[in-house]
């Protein structure tokens, strides 16, 4: 047999064959990332394929820097590196040295090449965030003038406040030309002096809501001096204008609710706090009623009237008494001089002589009492119970009565 070669030197032919190809040395191959492994070693193993076939790839940690995203399977990516054989399996993959998105993943570059910019400038800071006012009167809207999205802030604001104003500048929202009309609308909205803005529009792919990607509208967003909210796409998307905003709002609705208050709570807090006031001010009424009362009574008993009359009372009441102590008084009076009465009538010389005995007095007036006061020839005057007698001394004479300790003579 002639010209047997080993595996080995196949593989090796073939490589050189691979290696002295200018074209595999650097290509670029696009196709959709399938059986994407990141190896502990740091390595990235995966597969590109379209709808003809596959190829086998490998991007070593050396060259990890060409990558910006994480590869994830299912991704559209353009691959640049060169394509050769691994001898050991006879296989040929591509050895990638750089890989970007295709399509939309260009547009996630600029995204995150953008983002990445703006917010090493600090312009995602939460410092610079302006509170969003909780009372507004105005509210302005820059987004397209028909959709879903000004559809739902109108309904959503005059549902939860209807005296609110909504002013509208239709912006265009997509194609060319939508950053520069978002922007004039901000500014000019801006001058109108409006409470709050909302920048937005309805939900969209990465191209119809790159407008809101743009750096343009991001600086007119940041540099603007009225708060400003975000609603752009669905909950699930993201814009660099979400970022710069003052506010983010999932959706336009939400937005509507963020900006303007429901002033039927307002309604409601007030009918309860005019309740709390009608009862603070009835108890308080009452307590104050209640109050005057009893300063009334207080000035009622203070009166000089009730002074004069509770004074006319005492005088009343200590003339009651005056005369209830003369009444007891007199009678005690009374009682004692009948006493004295009776002992008087006891010792009255009228009572003796009433009972037959006489009263002697001699012509000066002294009372005879002995026969040593008697003369003979002396006149004397004897007092008896119906007169007075006038007698003549003719004769004295001693005599002892019995019980009497006085002796007299004729």
Same mark, same amino acid.
């Given at each position: 047999?002639?010209?047997?070669?080993?595996?080995?030197?196949?593989?090796?032919?073939?490589?050189?064959?691979?290696?002295?190809?200018?074209?595999?040395?650097?290509?670029?191959?696009?196709?959709?990332?399938?059986?994407?492994?990141?190896?502990?070693?740091?390595?990235?193993?995966?597969?590109?394929?379209?709808?003809?076939?596959?190829?086998?790839?490998?991007?070593?940690?050396?060259?990890?820097?060409?990558?910006?995203?994480?590869?994830?399977?299912?991704?559209?990516?353009?691959?640049?590196?060169?394509?050769?054989?691994?001898?050991?399996?006879?296989?040929?993959?591509?050895?990638?040295?750089?890989?970007?998105?295709?399509?939309?993943?260009?547009?996630?570059?600029?995204?995150?090449?953008?983002?990445?910019?703006?917010?090493?400038?600090?312009?995602?800071?939460?410092?610079?965030?302006?509170?969003?006012?909780?009372?507004?009167?105005?509210?302005?809207?820059?987004?397209?003038?028909?959709?879903?999205?000004?559809?739902?802030?109108?309904?959503?604001?005059?549902?939860?406040?209807?005296?609110?104003?909504?002013?509208?500048?239709?912006?265009?929202?997509?194609?060319?030309?939508?950053?520069?009309?978002?922007?004039?609308?901000?500014?000019?909205?801006?001058?109108?002096?409006?409470?709050? !803005?909302?920048?937005? /529009?309805?939900?969209?792919?990465?191209?119809?809501?790159? =407008?809101?990607?743009? &750096? *343009?509208?991001? @600086? $007119?967003?940041?540099?603007?001096?009225?708060?400003?909210?975000?609603?752009?796409?669905?909950?699930?998307?993201?814009?660099?204008?979400?970022?710069?905003?003052?506010?983010?709002?999932?959706?336009?609705?939400?937005?509507?609710?963020?900006?303007?208050?429901?002033?039927?709570?307002?309604?409601?807090?007030?009918?309860a706090y005019h309740a709390a006031l009608r009862r603070a001010m009835?108890?308080?009424?009452?307590?104050?009623?209640?109050?005057?009362?009893?300063?009334?009574?207080?000035?009622? !008993?203070?009166?000089? /009237?009730?002074?004069?009359?509770?004074?006319?009372?005492? =005088?009343?009441?200590? &003339? *009651?008494?005056? @005369? $209830?102590?003369?009444?007891?008084?007199?009678?005690?009076?009374?009682?004692?001089?009948?006493?004295?009465?009776?002992?008087?009538?006891?010792?009255?010389p009228l009572t003796k002589l009433s009972q037959g005995y006489a009263?002697?007095?001699?012509?000066?007036?002294?009372?005879?009492?002995?026969?040593?006061?008697?003369?003979?020839?002396?006149?004397?005057?004897?007092?008896?119970?119906?007169?007075?007698?006038?007698?003549?001394?003719?004769?004295?004479?001693?005599?002892?009565?019995?019980?009497?300790?006085?002796?007299?003579?004729?």
């Amino acid at each position: 047999m002639k010209n047997v070669y080993t595996v080995k030197q196949v593989n090796a032919y073939i490589k050189n064959m691979f290696t002295q190809d200018f074209m595999l040395n650097r290509i670029y191959v696009k196709g959709e990332v399938s059986n994407c492994k990141y190896h502990t070693s740091g390595h990235i193993y995966f597969s590109l394929k379209d709808e003809s076939g596959a190829i086998a790839c490998v991007m070593f940690a050396g060259s990890r820097s060409g990558l910006a995203f994480r590869m994830q399977d299912g991704q559209q990516v353009i691959a640049l590196g060169s394509v050769n054989v691994y001898e050991r399996d006879g296989k040929y993959q591509l050895y990638a040295k750089e890989i970007v998105l295709d399509g939309i993943g260009a547009l996630y570059e600029r995204f995150e090449a953008l983002k990445k910019e703006l917010g090493e400038m600090g312009m995602f800071a939460p410092e610079y965030k302006q509170p969003i006012p909780k009372y507004v009167r105005s509210v302005g809207i820059v987004t397209a003038p028909t959709g879903a999205a000004v559809r739902d802030i109108i309904n959503v604001a005059g549902r939860r406040n209807p005296y609110v104003q909504l002013i509208l500048y239709p912006a265009q929202v997509q194609g060319e030309g939508a950053a520069k009309s978002i922007v004039r609308g901000i500014r000019m909205l801006e001058k109108k002096k409006v409470d709050v !803005l909302i920048v937005g /529009r309805g939900g969209g792919s990465i191209e119809d809501l790159w =407008a809101f990607n743009e &750096e *343009t509208v991001a @600086r $007119a967003i940041f540099e603007c001096a009225v708060p400003v909210i975000s609603a752009v796409g669905h909950e699930t998307d993201t814009t660099i204008a979400d970022y710069v905003a003052d506010l983010r709002a999932p959706t336009p609705s939400a937005a509507a609710e963020l900006a303007v208050y429901d002033v039927r709570s307002a309604f409601e807090r007030i009918s309860a706090y005019h309740a709390a006031l009608r009862r603070a001010m009835g108890v308080e009424t009452e307590k104050r009623r209640k109050l005057l009362e009893h300063m009334a009574l207080r000035l009622k !008993l203070a009166h000089p /009237r009730q002074k004069l009359n509770d004074s006319r009372q005492y =005088a009343s009441e200590l &003339e *009651t008494r005056l @005369r $209830a102590c003369m009444g007891d008084k007199l009678t005690t009076d009374r009682h004692r001089m009948a006493l004295c009465i009776e002992k008087m009538k006891g010792l009255s010389p009228l009572t003796k002589l009433s009972q037959g005995y006489a009263y002697v007095q001699s012509a000066d007036g002294k009372n005879i009492r002995s026969i040593g006061q008697a003369e003979e020839g002396a006149c004397l005057d004897v007092f008896v119970s119906d007169g007075k007698i006038r007698a003549q001394i003719i004769s004295t004479e001693s005599a002892e009565w019995q019980g009497s300790g006085q002796k007299g003579g004729a």
